[in-house]
C-alpha cells in the first residue's frame, strides 16, 4: 500500500512539474516556433500602411499629430522604392538607399544575414519605406523660430554625390526663402554606423534660433515569434537614457501610457531593439540631449532625441553631429562602438540579463572555439569539456559526499527501520548519523546550482547572440540556436503538422533522457521512497521538458552527462570497494 501511495505521489508530483515547466518555459525560456525561419524584420507587420509616416517634430521639439490617412494603398517595397530619386548605399554589411524626399535612411538590408538557413534566401530587410507594409526608417531635421521654414517629410533635396560608401560620402542641401541653407553631410564605415553632420548656414541679415533632431519611426510591432518580448529577452523601444540601460518599455507599456510617451532628460542612444537587429539614433558623445519614446498615432512608434533651439549670428553657421546605427547586433561590433566611439553601453543593446557578468565570458570563449574548430556544435561540447575540467575539485567534491553516502547507506536503513513509527527521531538519529560521519547530505547538490548559472548564461548566449545564429551541427542539425526539428510525433516531418511543444519530442531529447537515466543509476539510491520514484520518473521527464529547448543546449547537457558518466566510471574503477560497500 505504501509502495503505491509513494508511486502516485511521485507521478503527481512529476505532472505538475511537466505541466508546470511548460508556462514557465514560455514565459521566461521562450524558443523559436520553427527551427529555419528568421523573416526579414521590415515587412512583417499584418498592420494597414499609412500613406506616409507622422511627421517631424515642430518647432518646440515635441512630435506633432499625424493627419488622419485617406484609405491609404500597401505598396511593395520594390514599387516604393522605385517611386522616389535615390542616392545608393553600398558597404561590405549593408546595401541600401538614401530617399532624397525628405533626406530619410528608408532602405536598409544586411548583406550578412539571410533570412532562412537556405543558401538562396534573400538578405534580412532592416529598414523599409514609407507606405509599405511594415515601415521602419531613420531620419534627422531641424526645428526652428515662427517664420523660419525648416525641411520636411516631402522636402526634395539636393545631392552633391552618387552613392554612399565608406569612401565617399554624399551631402544633401535645400535653401529656404529667408536666408537659410540647411546641409547633410553623411558618411559611412564599414560596418553599421553612418553619421550626419547637420549644418544650417544664415545667410540672413538678423540672428535665428534653430534646432537640431534625429529620430527612428517603426510601424507596427514585430509579429514573428523570436521577437516577443519576455523577461528574459527584451524586445521593443531600448537605450541608454538618463545614465542607465533602460529595458522598461516594451510596445504595449507605452500605448497604455496616458500620454503615450515617456520623456527622459538625457540619452547616450536609444531606438529599437530586436532580437537580433538595433536601430537606433545617438547623438554627440557628451552632448546634452532632451528624449523620447513614444507611440503615434497609426500604430506608429518613435525614439528621437532633440536638440534645443540655438541663436545662430547673420553670415555664421552651426554643425551638429548625429549617427545612425542600423545593424546587426555583433557583440565585437558593438563592443568596438562602446570603447572606441565612446556611445555609452552600447553593448547592453544585447539584454544579457543579471549574469551578463557569467554570460558575456561565456561567449567569448564559445566564439573562440567556434573560430578555432569551425563548427559551433563541436566548439559546444569543447566548452562542456573546459566547464566540466574547471569543476573538477567541486566534482571530487560531490563524488566524495555521494560516496560517504555510499559507505553509510546500511546504517541509515538500519536508523530507518528502527525508528520507522517515530517519523522526529527517525531524522534526529540520522542528522546525528551525518555529524558522526562527517557527511553534508547537501554537498552534491553543489555542483546542480552552479549548473544553473552556467544553463541560463549559455540559454542566453543561444537565444541572444546573432553569432550563433543558424548555425549547424551534423546530419539533420542545420541551426543550433533553434529547436530539434525532428520529431516523432510527426515522423521526423512526413506528417504535416507541428507537434505542441509539450510532445515535440526529438531524437537529441531522447538521447538527453537515456544519458540522465544512465547518469542516475550511478548515483547513490535515495533513502526516501518518494525520492526514489522522482529519481526514477526525472530522466523521462526532462526528456519532455528540454525537447523546445534549442538544440545546442540540449547539445550541451548531453555532453555533460556523459562527461559525468566517464568520471564516475572513472572513480568507481579506481575506488571499486565505494560501489560494493552497500551490498556488506
Known amino acids: 500500500m505504501d509502495d503505491k501511495r509513494n508511486w502516485i505521489t511521485a507521478i503527481l508530483l512529476s505532472a505538475a512539474i511537466l505541466l508546470g515547466w511548460n508556462f514557465v518555459a514560455q514565459k521566461f525560456f521562450p524558443t523559436p516556433k520553427k527551427p529555419d525561419v528568421t523573416t526579414t524584420v521590415a515587412g512583417t507587420s499584418g498592420s494597414a500602411a499609412p500613406g506616409a509616416m507622422p511627421p517631424?517634430?515642430?518647432?518646440?521639439?515635441?512630435?506633432?499629430?499625424?493627419?488622419?490617412?485617406?484609405?491609404?494603398?500597401?505598396?511593395?517595397?520594390?514599387?516604393?522604392?522605385?517611386?522616389?530619386?535615390?542616392?545608393?548605399?553600398?558597404?561590405p554589411t549593408i546595401q541600401g538607399s538614401i530617399n532624397l524626399v525628405g533626406a530619410r535612411i528608408d532602405d536598409i538590408t544586411l548583406s550578412k544575414y539571410?533570412?532562412?538557413?537556405?543558401?538562396?534566401?534573400?538578405?534580412?530587410?532592416?529598414?523599409?519605406?514609407?507606405?509599405t507594409k511594415s515601415a521602419y526608417l531613420a531620419s534627422v531635421g531641424w526645428s526652428a523660430q515662427q517664420g523660419i521654414a525648416v525641411p520636411g517629410d516631402n522636402t526634395l533635396w539636393t545631392a552633391s554625390g552618387t552613392s554612399l560608401t565608406p569612401a565617399t560620402p554624399v551631402t544633401l542641401s535645400w535653401s529656404n526663402a529667408t536666408g537659410q541653407t540647411f546641409r547633410i553631410e553623411y558618411s559611412i564605415d564599414d560596418k553599421y554606423l553612418i553619421t550626419a553632420k547637420q549644418t544650417v548656414a544664415n545667410q540672413s541679415a538678423a540672428p535665428v534660433a534653430v534646432g537640431?533632431?534625429?529620430?527612428?519611426?517603426?510601424?507596427?510591432?514585430?509579429?514573428?515569434?523570436?521577437?516577443?518580448?519576455?523577461?528574459?529577452?527584451?524586445?521593443?523601444?531600448?537605450?541608454?537614457?538618463?545614465?542607465?540601460?533602460?529595458?522598461?518599455?516594451?510596445?504595449?507599456?507605452?500605448?497604455?501610457?496616458?500620454?503615450?510617451?515617456?520623456?527622459?532628460?538625457?540619452?547616450?542612444?536609444?531606438?529599437?531593439?530586436?532580437?537580433?537587429?538595433?536601430?537606433?539614433?545617438?547623438?554627440?558623445?557628451?552632448?546634452?540631449?532632451?528624449?523620447?519614446?513614444?507611440?503615434?498615432?497609426?500604430?506608429?512608434?518613435?525614439?528621437?532625441?532633440?536638440?534645443?533651439?540655438?541663436?545662430?549670428?547673420?553670415n555664421t553657421q552651426v554643425t551638429r553631429t548625429s549617427r545612425i546605427f542600423a545593424g546587426a547586433k555583433e557583440v565585437s561590433i558593438l563592443s568596438a562602438y562602446q570603447d572606441k566611439d565612446g556611445i555609452p553601453r552600447l553593448s547592453n543593446a544585447i539584454d544579457w540579463g543579471w549574469f551578463e557578468f557569467f554570460a558575456v565570458p561565456i561567449f567569448k570563449l564559445l566564439d573562440w572555439l567556434f573560430k578555432q574548430v569551425g563548427n559551433f556544435g563541436v566548439a559546444i561540447m569543447l566548452l562542456t569539456l573546459i566547464i566540466r575540467l574547471l569543476m573538477f575539485p567541486i566534482a571530487q567534491r560531490q563524488f566524495h559526499s555521494m560516496?560517504?553516502?555510499?559507505?553509510?547507506?546500511?546504517k541509515m536503513k538500519a536508523l530507518q527501520e528502527r525508528y520507522k513509527d517515530d517519523k522526529p527521531r527517525q531524522q534526529q538519529e540520522l542528522m546525528k548519523?551525518?555529524?558522526?560521519?562527517?557527511?553534508?547530505?547537501?554537498?552534491?547538490?553543489?555542483?546542480?546550482?552552479?549548473?544553473?548559472?552556467?544553463?541560463?548564461?549559455?540559454y542566453k548566449v543561444l537565444m541572444l547572440t546573432i553569432e550563433m545564429r543558424h548555425q549547424p551541427f551534423a546530419l539533420w542539425i542545420k541551426d543550433l540556436s533553434a529547436p530539434d526539428p525532428a520529431h516523432f510525433l510527426n515522423l521526423f516531418g512526413y506528417l504535416d503538422f507541428t507537434p505542441p511543444s509539450l510532445l515535440a519530442l526529438g531524437p537529441l531529447a531522447l538521447i538527453l533522457g537515456i544519458t540522465m537515466f544512465l547518469q542516475f543509476r550511478l548515483n547513490p539510491q535515495a533513502t526516501d521512497p518518494v525520492q526514489q520514484q522522482v529519481f526514477k520518473i526525472m530522466p523521462w521527464m526532462f526528456m519532455f521538458i528540454m525537447a523546445p529547448f534549442a538544440a545546442g543546449l540540449l547539445l550541451y547537457w548531453i555532453t555533460n552527462n556523459c562527461l559525468s558518466i566517464a568520471q564516475q566510471q572513472f572513480m568507481y574503477r579506481k575506488f571499486p570497494q565505494l560501489k560494493a560497500a552497500p551490498a556488506k
Open 56 to 91: 517631424a517634430p515642430n518647432q518646440q521639439g515635441t512630435a506633432a499629430a499625424p493627419a488622419a490617412p485617406a484609405a491609404p494603398t500597401v505598396q511593395p517595397v520594390e514599387t516604393a522604392l522605385a517611386a522616389s530619386a535615390r542616392i545608393p548605399i553600398q558597404t
Open 433 to 458: 548519523l551525518y555529524k558522526d560521519e562527517k557527511i553534508n547530505p547537501l554537498a552534491g547538490c553543489l555542483p546542480i546550482l552552479i549548473q544553473i548559472p552556467i544553463f541560463y548564461a549559455l
Open 114 to 131: 539571410r533570412q532562412t538557413i537556405k543558401k538562396d534566401s534573400p538578405p534580412v530587410r532592416l529598414f523599409a519605406p514609407a507606405g
Open 403 to 410: 560516496a560517504q553516502m555510499r559507505l553509510v547507506q546500511p
Open 212 to 314: 537640431s533632431y534625429a529620430l527612428i519611426d517603426r510601424l507596427g510591432k514585430p509579429t514573428h515569434p523570436e521577437d516577443h518580448d519576455s523577461v528574459t529577452i527584451h524586445v521593443g523601444p531600448t537605450g541608454f537614457v538618463d545614465g542607465k540601460s533602460n529595458f522598461e518599455w516594451d510596445y504595449d507599456d507605452l500605448e497604455k501610457k496616458d500620454d503615450k510617451t515617456a520623456k527622459f532628460a538625457s540619452a547616450g542612444w536609444l531606438g529599437f531593439s530586436d532580437k537580433y537587429w538595433l536601430a537606433a539614433v545617438i547623438p554627440a558623445t557628451g552632448e546634452k540631449v532632451s528624449a523620447e519614446m513614444s507611440a503615434m498615432n497609426g500604430d506608429v512608434f518613435r525614439t528621437m532625441f532633440a536638440r534645443a533651439n540655438q541663436q545662430i549670428a547673420p
